[in-house]
């Protein structure tokens, strides 16, 4: 009976502190960071230091969203602007299609219905949310020469002001959240969930479960009752591939309250394969905030992307 107790203490001794829980779960530090285990993470001998330096340097979400830029896809897009009751002020519901030729990529309307006040003048959008959605979802023109490369395709707000640096820095926000982002006024800091500086603030827990026939490790963090004004990212849920360590799926809450601006936004992605590329099948946005000189916006989103198609990319 000592011979398979043995490598278990030893993993217990490179994992760090453990107390039991009452419901057979178990916690551990690593680094600065307590992390309950689920008893079957723990009977599966998870590498944990090892598993959150991959979520820490994880590309595969980003990934998953560059390798929009190079495949072909059908997405119907769902965007409603709310009024402060709920009822509907403006919405956009569409069919649109990206076709990938030679190296370039275009996106075709194929059905558009819009209600309210959801553009003004020549097809401009009236709210900063759709805007935001279009930058993210939608070609304008012909666009050439992209690639899915993670390496060199990191945000940057330079030489960006108004508009533009909004986008980027929503972008960063959204492809990156958990990851240090500089350039956003009172929160840069805030944001680098997985640091040990942010670890009194969440707790960190770690699960396994089928997610959408996949099984998958599910990483959890909540801040804590007491903390929110200390965190950006108040809950983030990861699903990641128990193989691969790819994202299947995430669920997170965003919100900071700047005085000059405010936001508080929940957002679910799924993703599915097509051949070897990973890539989002399912966008949900909720989101609410202000800006000052702007008025509040109240929008949802959601984006449902199918009809893969090939196109020149490196893998």
């Avoid at 990938?100 to 309307?109: A, D, L, S």
């Avoid at 929940?266 to 399912?282: A, C, D, I, R, W």
Wanted: proline share 2%; glycine share 6%; charged share 20%.
């Amino acid at each position: 009976m000592i011979k398979p107790i043995v490598p278990f203490f030893i993993y217990i001794i490179f994992c760090g502190h453990i107390s039991a829980q009452n419901n057979n779960d178990t916690a551990i530090m690593v680094g600065k960071k307590i992390i309950t285990l689920s008893e079957v993470v723990l009977n599966n001998k998870l590498n944990v230091p090892g598993f959150i330096d991959r979520i820490k340097n994880d590309t595969t979400f980003y990934k998953a969203f560059l390798n929009l830029h190079v495949l072909g896809y059908t997405a119907i897009n769902d965007v409603r602007m709310l009024r402060k009751n709920g009822s509907s002020q403006a919405s956009c519901f569409s069919k649109t299609k990206q076709v990938v030729e030679h190296n370039c990529r275009r996106m075709e309307v194929l059905e558009e219905q819009v209600a309210g006040d959801y553009y003004v003048g020549d097809h401009q959008y009236n709210y900063y949310t759709a805007q935001m959605y279009a930058s993210l979802f939608f070609a304008t023109g012909t666009i050439c020469g992209e690639n899915n490369i993670v390496a060199g395709s990191q945000f940057s707000l330079e030489g960006k002001s108004g508009i533009e640096k909004h986008k980027e820095q929503l972008k960063m926000l959204f492809f990156n959240p958990g990851k240090r982002i500089k350039g956003l006024p009172f929160i840069s800091g805030k944001t680098a969930i997985y640091d040990d500086d942010m670890s009194d603030i969440y707790d960190m827990s770690i699960d396994m479960d089928d997610y959408n026939k996949t099984s998958c490790y599910i990483f959890t963090q909540k801040v804590k009752s007491g903390q929110e004004g200390r965190a950006v990212v108040d809950e983030m849920t990861t699903w990641f591939n128990d193989k691969t360590f790819e994202v299947v799926a995430r669920n997170y809450s965003l919100s900071y309250d700047a005085g000059v601006y405010d936001f508080k936004v929940k957002m679910e992605v799924q993703m599915t394969h097509f051949g070897n590329y990973l890539v989002p099948s399912l966008i949900r946005y909720n989101g609410n905030w202000k800006a000052v000189f702007k008025k509040r916006e109240r929008g949802v989103f959601t984006a449902t992307l199918f009809d893969f198609a090939p196109g020149h990319a490196t893998h």
